[in-house]
């Protein structure tokens, strides 16, 4: 896929974000992050040939490992998102070259990461995925336990909590996914109000169902297939 494509598209993107909050009334920021995982190297240059100043995203450790260090040649300064499930064998992958995990999905997975981030003597930003959706396919804390997972979490000296992250059912009736953003909107409400606003980011979104996702909160998309497509 070419820059102009990629413009095209993002403007688009930028478009429908800006008609949805003004549908809902909505005035905060929505931060996008353009996710690579389906893209090539080269689309992925062209993208940054933009410089649009957006996160890109992968979901596979030695992906994320192999594009961030051919990346770095040419450009610096890019920020790295991972959003896929995480392996413990992987994490020095994942500590060592994202700026954001918002997949953290387990509390081993969380020492884990805080473990890592001490070896290379960073704070690791991370988000807490809940299973919104209750699909055993799909990472995530269970929803019922929210409050424990956060207290126990805030307590690993190199993890910084920033979110939440959920994933939405892949269901053609909107009220099943709507009930599971406005589910996670109130997790990430109730979170704040205890513990006076630790957390800024709720990831919840991608490109077929991101208005929904704006409608119940959301202010961080995760767009992909139609962004940066499947080249």
């Not at 820059?3 to 993002?10: A, M, P």
């Not at 992250?165 to 996670?184: A, H």
Request: net charge negative; glycine share 4%; with cysteine.
């Amino acid at each position: 896929m070419d820059r102009n494509e990629i413009l095209t598209r993002y403007n688009s993107i930028l478009d429908n974000v800006r008609k949805i909050k003004q549908k809902y009334n909505i005035d905060y920021d929505i931060n996008i992050v353009a996710v690579s995982k389906y893209s090539s190297i080269e689309t992925i240059k062209e993208f940054l040939s933009l410089d649009l100043d957006l996160p890109l995203a992968e979901s596979k450790a030695q992906s994320l490992r192999d594009r961030a260090a051919e990346i770095s040649n040419i450009k610096n300064n890019v920020k790295w998102h991972f959003i896929g499930r995480i392996q413990s064998n992987k994490v020095k992958y994942i500590v060592r070259y994202a700026d954001l995990i918002q997949s953290v999905d387990s509390i081993e997975i969380a020492e884990c990461v805080n473990k890592e981030a001490v070896k290379n003597n960073k704070i690791q930003d991370i988000l807490l995925q809940f299973n919104i959706s209750d699909e055993e396919q799909k990472g995530g804390f269970s929803i019922n336990n929210y409050i424990d997972v956060y207290n126990t979490i805030t307590q690993f000296s190199n993890i910084s909590i920033k979110g939440l992250m959920g994933i939405g059912r892949d269901t053609e009736d909107l009220s099943i996914i709507e009930n599971e953003f406005e589910t996670l909107n109130k997790i990430y409400k109730d979170i704040n109000s205890k513990y006076n606003n630790p957390l800024s980011i709720l990831s919840m979104g991608m490109s077929s169902d991101y208005e929904l996702a704006i409608k119940h909160g959301s202010n961080m998309l995760r767009i992909g297939s139609s962004f940066l497509g499947y080249s």
